[in-house]
């Protein structure tokens, strides 16, 4: 098999867009959540939200005589969302490339605006403006990645669970490899390249958010990335994945003549050095893809970053065999976990399964996999815990890490050998 860029792309250039071609409201970039913002300040306080003055107090949830939530089960806070739009330089490109951003949060408000999740599906449970929580501080973020052709917000059972547990979550739509395509649409392999510098760019943003963004000192340096499907990859390739740039190369004749080549070529150098970013502590891939982009020294065993590799054991888009067993056979890091659920399909890390007409039936959404409810809750409920664990070092969730007892009967964990 080929390992050119492009003919490695071609599995994850499978994965179907989560719309609907003919509907014409699908195909507009929509940000309708309720809050709007201008670049690089999120309107997150405004809206139609009356909401009082939050007094901070822990909610009943959270009071000594409360039971906890149990695992995978909502956490104690209402969720807040918003959106915003940032600009960066991206390698090689001549104009700054635009990216709209996905907050969701805790907050203490009880409504808010509509929120409309890529201008498709309508979230009541989800308040859109709401300020954050008035007790909000050093609260830990996840960024997530979403996969091709996919939208933001398309794994909103696991943004919005992390966010009822008191974690901020930012997500890119990642422009030009969206459902909705913009941003100039570049050629699908650019986006190996694109993806992990979108994800630094979202984290030098969230790092230096300016004094009138409602999160700005609200956030510690507590940083992990999740993705599913090509967010896997570039969860993986900004976690510290090395690339086999010399594999790369081998199928391109001197002088280059397809674009293709002539793209690897000119970027090899930016390849080599790789996109790994070390302020993060967690890595959280689902169903990830990239297993003959990463190779060489030191390929996989680059990512020295705790991870959670999830992937299914009936995944038509990226099998097994051709992606999640080689990527996971490459990770070496001590702390890392695989859970793989052997009936569940590429779809079932998505909520692509629980829409009105479910996008991936036949790898993930019909009634011979595992129900999609099933699934996530053990992926948050695990995701949680690791989360816990790596990022903040917080130790309640040892007994579901170290030994299971939740889920057993769907997942098959292993650790790295």
Do not use: K
Not at 26 to 37: F, I, N, P, V
Not at 87 to 110: C, F, V
């Amino acid at each position: 098999m080929s390992r050119s860029l492009w003919l490695c792309l071609c599995a994850v250039f499978a994965l179907s867009a989560c719309a609907d071609d003919d509907d014409p409201g699908a195909a507009q970039a929509s940000l309708d959540g309720g809050a709007t913002a201008d670049a690089g300040a999120a309107d997150l306080g405004g809206g139609a939200a009356d909401l009082g003055e939050p007094d901070g107090d822990l909610p009943d949830a959270l009071l000594p005589d409360a039971e906890p939530p149990g695992p995978g089960e909502r956490g104690p806070y209402a969720v807040g969302f918003a959106t915003e739009t940032i600009e960066y330089m991206a390698p090689d490109e001549a104009e700054p490339r635009p990216l709209d951003l996905h907050w969701w949060y805790p907050t203490d408000a009880t409504e808010g605006d509509r929120v409309r999740y890529g201008n498709l599906l309508t979230r009541p449970e989800v308040f859109g403006g709401a300020p954050p929580r008035d007790a909000l501080a050093d609260a830990p973020v996840l960024v997530f990645s979403h996969g091709n052709g996919g939208f933001a917000e398309q794994s909103y059972f696991f943004t919005e669970f992390l966010s009822s547990h008191g974690w901020v979550v930012v997500a890119p739509d990642h422009t030009g490899n969206t459902f909705a395509p913009g941003g100039g649409n570049p050629p699908i392999y650019r986006f190996f390249e694109l993806r992990p510098t979108d994800i630094i760019a979202v984290l030098d943003h969230v790092d230096a958010l300016p004094a009138e963004h409602p999160l700005a000192g609200r956030l510690s340096a507590a940083r992990a990335l999740a993705g599913h499907s090509f967010g896997g990859y570039t969860t993986l390739a900004v976690g510290g994945a090395g690339y086999d740039v010399d594999g790369l190369l081998a199928p391109c004749p001197m002088p280059p003549e397809s674009d293709e080549c002539q793209y690897v070529v000119a970027s090899q150098d930016r390849y080599r050095a790789g996109f790994g970013d070390d302020r993060l502590q967690a890595l959280i891939p689902m169903t990830p893809a990239g297993a003959n982009l990463f190779g060489g020294d030191p390929g996989l065993a680059g990512i020295e970053t705790p991870t959670l590799m999830m992937t299914a054991g009936r995944d038509a888009t990226l099998p097994n065999p051709a992606e999640g067993d080689p990527l996971w056979a490459g990770i070496t890091q001590a702390d890392s976990l695989r859970l793989d659920f052997p009936n569940a399909g590429h779809f079932t890390f998505s909520d692509a399964c629980t829409l009105p007409v479910p996008v991936g039936v036949g790898d993930g959404c019909d009634e011979s996999f595992i129900e999609p409810v099933q699934a996530h809750a053990i992926i948050n409920a695990y995701g949680l815990a690791f989360l816990r664990r790596h990022v903040l070092g917080d130790e309640t969730d040892a007994a579901l890490l170290d030994a299971g007892g939740f889920g057993d009967a769907d997942v098959v964990r292993s650790t790295p050998e």
